[in-house]
């Protein structure tokens, strides 16, 4: 039988409120395990159960991932935090004395630091994939993930708005209220091509990806009494994040914390549901099921599937 740490399963999406323990089922994975954080912090209220088990390196934004980290470390993290832009953070820049006659207020609507952001994640990714020892890659949150891709081309978009404006001869300053705040529709399609290289490229070296979601409303499209189609809560959720991995993912359970009384004493235990399965000879039987939340507890019921003992 193929051993537990070693297993590829493909993608899989582990989707669960705040506290439901979304992040240590992801840590359960096949190690050697590379964790992408882009929910920082996510990683330090996770990994402290798993520190007594195995070795744990944390990287800084800055460092670069050394060539034998998986020689000595079974989980290695990195964190890829979202630049921060003081302007946006206070609102709003006023030009002018307020007690003046005339003066503009205008909202920072630049999208700076997200395309390299992105090339940080790329070229980390294309080192780590190479590297027979990886395991798994955790990419927590996919949801954060999804925005930087969008945001990424966004920031692409207007930089090319600026560098037409500049070439058409304009003399005055951009006015920067101006600038593309949101991708049209037929541009999401090159922030998805951007998710879909890195979930094939690991698929070709056959790396785990683990993805956790925040969950989010679903929408469907309805037609109001005057005929008019809009869209309306559904009353499900569904994972936050880019709708395609739904349906590649070889796995997609749902987690949450139950408390059980074993005995005498209270005790709150990581559970997870299972709402796709195409894990091979488990698949349909195992949807619906409800497990500890763990990738040895998914293994371990696909071998009572199979009649393994």
């Known amino acids: 039988m193929t051993e537990l740490n070693t297993e590829y399963i493909g993608d899989t999406s582990i989707v669960g409120e705040e506290g439901s323990c979304k992040s240590s089922m992801g840590l359960t994975w096949p190690k050697p395990l590379y964790f992408f954080e882009f929910d920082i912090g996510g990683f330090d209220r996770a990994v402290w159960r798993f520190e007594k088990e195995f ?5 800084k934004a800055s460092d670069d991932i050394p060539a034998d980290c998986f020689d000595k470390y079974d989980i290695v993290s990195k964190p890829y935090p979202v630049p921060l832009d003081i302007t946006k953070l206070m609102g709003q820049i006023t030009e002018g004395k307020r007690t003046e006659a005339k003066f503009t207020v205008r909202f920072p609507k630049k999208v700076e630091g997200m395309k390299e952001l992105w090339q940080s994640i790329v070229t ?3 080192q780590l994939v190479q590297m027979s020892k990886v395991k798994t890659f955790q990419l927590d949150t996919a949801t954060l993930l999804y925005n930087i891709s969008h945001k990424t081309i966004l920031q692409e978009l207007q930089e090319r708005q600026l560098y037409n404006w500049k070439s058409n001869g304009n003399k005055m300053l951009f006015d920067e209220n101006s600038f593309r705040e949101r991708l049209q529709p037929t541009e999401y399609g090159f922030a998805y091509d951007k998710l879909r290289q890195l979930y094939q490229t690991a698929q070709a070296y056959r790396k785990n990806t683990v993805s956790v979601h925040y969950p989010t409303d679903e929408y469907i499209k309805v037609t109001d009494a005057s005929g008019q189609s ?7 959720k569904k994972p936050d994040g880019w709708n395609e991995l ?8 749902w987690t949450s914390v139950k408390e059980v009384n074993m005995g005498g004493q209270k005790l709150k235990i990581p559970m997870c549901k299972v709402t796709k399965c195409g894990i091979s000879q488990m698949g349909l039987d195992a ?5 500890t939340a763990s990738f040895e507890s998914i293994m371990q019921e696909r071998d009572r599937m199979r009649g393994v003992a």
């Open 55 to 59: 070795n744990v390196l944390r990287l």
């Open 124 to 126: 980390d990714f294309v």
């Open 230 to 236: 809009k869209d309306e809560k559904s009353g499900l």
């Open 246 to 253: 739904n349906k590649i993912a070889s796995l997609i359970v």
């Open 287 to 291: 949807v619906g099921k409800e497990l």
